[in-house]
T-cell receptor, first 114, second 110 residues
Framework: DAGVIQSPRHEVTEMGQEVTLRCKPI?????LFWYRQTMMRGLELLIY????????DSGMPEDRFSAKMPNASFSTLKIQPSEPRDSAVYFC????????????FGPGTRLLVL | LAKTTQPISMDSYEGQEVNITCSHN???????ITWYQQFPSQGPRFIIQ???TKVTNEVASLFIPADRKSSTLSLPRVSLSDTAVYYC???????????FGAGTRLAVHP
């Protein structure tokens, strides 16, 4: 299995630009999670989906952030407009049905907003 | 969700056994204790989970006393490659949300 796939691995953009992060979960997993990690705040859960439906988005910082999961094999996290304080590593993770506590993380996308 | 407390950092040497203790005083009946490991520039990786007594796998052992208010992750004979951040989480069965604390930064020295 290829594991969770994220793209791009690195993204450098300017303040005000739209950023789209992509994730392909492990095939057969029915839950998908987006996290953000910074030195100051650690690892934070932004949103998670179960069977493509958003279940909890209470961690999404503000309206500039949005996430979609149009099908079981693809999800996006969009930031529009981006700000320097959004600079972080964004991880996507997925978990199998019945093992929600066992999450498989992708390699992350390192985002730098100038 | 039960709050967990673990040391900020630990140091060890190659070949030694490392024990990282986590406190979770208000753990609920349905909660499991789960540990993740994170290497630099990588996402966290699930390493072990338990409910009570002792669990062992190819990576680590997890010791949980009868009152379940704490747990100890044991890494036998660590090597330099075990240098990582180790997170203790308490997770309710069937509840997807993982809350990561600051973790314990383990440094293994030659």
């Amino acid at each position: 299995d290829a594991g969770v796939i994220q793209s791009p691995r690195h993204e450098v953009t300017e303040m005000g630009q739209e950023v789209t992060l992509r994730c392909k979960p492990i095939s057969g997993h029915n839950s998908l999670f987006w996290y953000r990690q910074t030195m100051m705040r650690g690892l934070e859960l932004l949103i998670y989906f179960n069977n493509n439906v958003p279940i909890d988005d209470s961690g999404m910082p503000e309206d500039r952030f949005s996430a979609k999961m149009p099908n079981a094999s693809f999800s996006t996290l969009k930031i529009q407009p981006s700000e320097p304080r959004d600079s972080a590593v964004y991880f996507c993770a997925s978990s199998p049905a019945g093992r929600e506590e066992t999450q498989y993380f992708g390699p992350g996308t390192r985002l730098l907003v100038l | 969700l039960a709050k967990t407390t673990q040391p900020i950092s630990m140091d060890s040497y190659e070949g030694q056994e490392v024990n990282i203790t986590c406190s979770h005083n208000n753990i609920a009946t349905n909660d499991y204790i789960t540990w993740y490991q994170q290497f630099p520039s990588q996402g966290p990786r699930f390493i072990i989970q338990g409910y009570k007594t002792k669990v062992t796998n190819e990576v680590a052992s997890l010791f949980i006393p009868a009152d379940r208010k704490s747990s100890t992750l044991s890494l036998p004979r660590v090597s330099l490659s075990d240098t990582a951040v180790y997170y203790c989480l308490v997770v309710a069965l069937g509840y997807n949300k993982l809350i990561f604390g600051a973790g314990t930064r383990l440094a293994v020295h030659p």
